[in-house]
């Protein structure tokens, strides 16, 4: 049996649905064992088992400041010095698969490629990009090591695993590491995962269109755009609400804007739910929006939001950003600005028959191009050769 030890560092295994679809397609050929070490969030035991995947879960301080980042960084380290090592001991792992951010901890710990471990770097999202997207600024020292840690991540691993093929050509370039040694690893829901949505006759009643987002409520996923966008479509109808599914740090303030826009009664905000209850809420739904900014970091991820719509065989409306073309094609709208965004809700909500036409093409294209199932053979066969 071969053991492989997951390091999540930037969030909990119980919410982070890309890790645990790897986990489980490992686990599925009942000749992998996976392990993973992530931070505790509330309700978290130290340790669990998560769909057959043995889950450490450990401290980890949260800061918002760059003082309280550094510090947060620093006792991360300090916790994977601990448990990285004592749980590949413990647990004789042939492979650490580490997944970013952050990108420390593959120089950090190939070293122990010398006692015959294989290292996989799993880049979720590009370090140097989200630092640009949130200082604006390529000239600090710390953009620079970024780039170094980033550049001594791709070159010190065994294997890297991408999401998309903007990212594959930053390793190739920026990483100056060989195409044969990436891994492009889409991040769709599961085919059927939805299905119960796509059979559901609620969306043919539109006397009120209903727009869902479902995602992070952070400064970084464009949520404040949504009270804005939202007193722009009144400028166009008034026969619409907002179902808003997710958490985070700007939750409350998104809560607070909405009130003093007085726009409050066209808002639901949910937090984070139960699939079972995120099914009930998305029956309903007629256009996904997905609010994420034009930024150096945006511009090239594929977000979860779009695959996921797709999966619900929702059409939907986004900033157009490059990768988010690629993923979505044809299925939806793109806009270059927040009056271009509006329209292109409003031109859904008055049109039954492109809504609905975009709509079953989404759900055609997440069946033959986004979703896990055509993704996680991949993964398997990278474990099978290394």
């Not at 492989?4 to 992998?32: C, H, P, Y």
């Not at 043995?54 to 960084?73: A, D, F, M, P, V």
């Not at 992070?216 to 026969?239: M, P, R, Y």
């Not at 079953?360 to 896990?372: D, E, G, T, V």
């Amino acid at each position: 049996m071969k053991r492989v030890l997951m390091w999540i560092e930037d969030g909990s295994l119980s919410f982070d649905n890309r890790v645990k679809r790897e986990a489980q397609a490992l686990l599925e050929t009942e000749q992998i064992e996976v392990i993973c070490i992530s931070p505790k969030f509330k309700g978290d035991p130290l340790i669990q088992n998560i769909d057959g995947v043995k889950s450490l879960h450990y401290w980890k301080y949260e800061g918002n400041s760059i003082l309280g980042q550094i510090l947060e960084r620093i006792t991360t380290i300090l916790m994977s010095l601990i448990l990285v090592p004592l749980v590949s001991i413990v647990f004789r792992v042939r492979a650490i698969h580490f997944h970013s951010p952050t990108d420390f901890f593959v120089p950090l710990f190939s070293v122990l490629r010398v006692f015959g471990l294989k290292v996989v770097y799993d880049q979720h999202d590009l370090s140097p990009e989200l630092y640009l997207s949130r200082r604006n600024t390529s000239k600090s020292i710390l953009y620079k090591v970024l780039l170094l840690v980033e550049r001594l991540s791709y070159r010190l691993s065994d294997h890297v695993i991408v999401v998309n093929d903007s990212y594959k050509e930053v390793a190739i370039n920026r990483g100056r590491i060989a195409p044969e040694k990436i891994t492009v690893l889409r991040n769709g829901p599961i085919a059927k995962k939805f299905d119960s949505l796509i059979e559901d006759n609620n969306r043919l009643n539109n006397e009120i269109i209903n727009l869902g987002y479902l995602g992070n409520i952070n400064q970084a996923d464009g949520t404040g755009v949504l009270v804005d966008l939202c007193l722009e479509l009144l400028k166009h109808s008034d026969k619409f609400h907002f179902h808003v599914v997710g958490s985070g740090q700007d939750l409350p303030v998104l809560k607070e804007l909405a009130k003093q826009k007085k726009v409050d009664e066209r808002f639901t905000f949910y937090g984070r739910v139960s699939n079972q209850d995120l099914f009930r809420i998305f029956a309903n739904v007629h256009i996904g929006i997905q609010p994420d900014p034009h930024n150096p970091l945006n511009n090239i991820s594929t977000m979860n939001k779009v695959p996921e719509y797709m999966a619900m065989g929702l059409p939907f409306v986004a900033f157009d950003l490059k990768e988010t073309i690629v993923s979505g094609g044809e299925c939806g709208e793109y806009a270059s600005n927040l009056k271009d965004f509006a329209e292109s809700i409003h031109r859904l909500m008055s049109d039954d028959e492109l809504r609905l036409r975009k709509g079953r093409q989404a759900y055609k294209r997440h069946l033959s191009y986004s979703s896990w199932d055509t993704q996680k053979s991949k993964i398997v066969n990278l474990y099978k050769n290394i």
